[in-house]
């Protein structure tokens, strides 16, 4: 700017030949002098900032960190000692004395030579006891048939075509009426075995049985034969 007025006042011969010429180079030394200017300016106008300071954060908790304890030893073991086996002992024995017999007395020989008299013959005689005789009604394995008539078939057993054989318990009285009649071996059948009962407690007679010139009364097996081929 100094330059600028002492140029303003003095313009000597052929200045504006002169001025055509250093035109250019003055307007560049002029724009830098301008942009250094403003620089400095703009340095001069940014403000100074002072650091921040960062304060400590409150409250704060330090937490220390203590190394882990160790287990615990395992707890000793215990030696448990077997019981000792208990051994029963046993009750002494006791020995049984002998038992010593006294010798059989020793007859003399005065003694030996007697002689004992046989025993008197009385004359009188023991009568001889018969058994009683046996009460009650014998058993025999077959009786006498003084009248059988054979027993109706049964219809329903017939018409089933039912065939089988009886075995029955009579109890013959003295007279030879039958008394009592029991099933000893079934048919198996109901029927038939009902129809043989009844066909020997009403209608059959037997001769009696005899037992020492008397007659008495007897059990028998009495076989009924129910079969097809009769009818």
């Known amino acids: 700017m100094i330059l600028a007025a002492s140029h303003a006042h003095a313009r000597p011969a052929g200045f504006g030949q002169a001025l055509a010429a250093v035109q250019p180079a003055r307007i560049a030394g002029l724009a830098g002098a301008i942009a250094l200017n403003i620089a400095a300016l703009m340095l001069l106008l940014v403000p100074v900032s002072a650091p921040v300071a960062i304060a400590p954060p ?85 009786l006498q048939y003084a009248l059988a008539p054979p027993p109706s078939y049964p219809r329903e057993a017939l018409m089933a075509g039912v065939e089988g054989t009886v075995v029955l318990k009579v109890l013959v009285d003295v007279d030879g009426t039958p008394l009592e009649v029991e099933i000893q071996r079934s048919s198996g059948n109901r029927r038939l075995d009902d129809a043989a009962k009844r066909q020997v407690l009403r209608k059959w007679k037997f001769r009696p049985a005899i037992r020492e010139g008397r007659a008495i009364q007897v059990y028998g097996l009495v076989p009924v034969n129910f079969s097809l081929e009769r009818g």
Do not use: C, F, W, Y
């Open 58 to 142: 409150e409250n704060t908790t330090i937490v220390s960190l203590d190394p882990p304890k160790p287990p615990p030893p395992p707890p000793p073991i215990q030696q448990v000692t077997p019981p000792k086996p208990h051994t029963q002992t046993a009750p002494p024995v006791v020995r049984q004395q002998p038992i010593v017999e006294p010798p059989p007395p020793v007859l003399s020989d005065a003694t030996s030579e007697m002689s004992i008299p046989p025993p008197a013959n009385t004359g009188t005689e023991v009568a001889k006891i018969d058994p009683p005789p046996p009460t009650g009604p014998l058993t025999t394995e077959s």
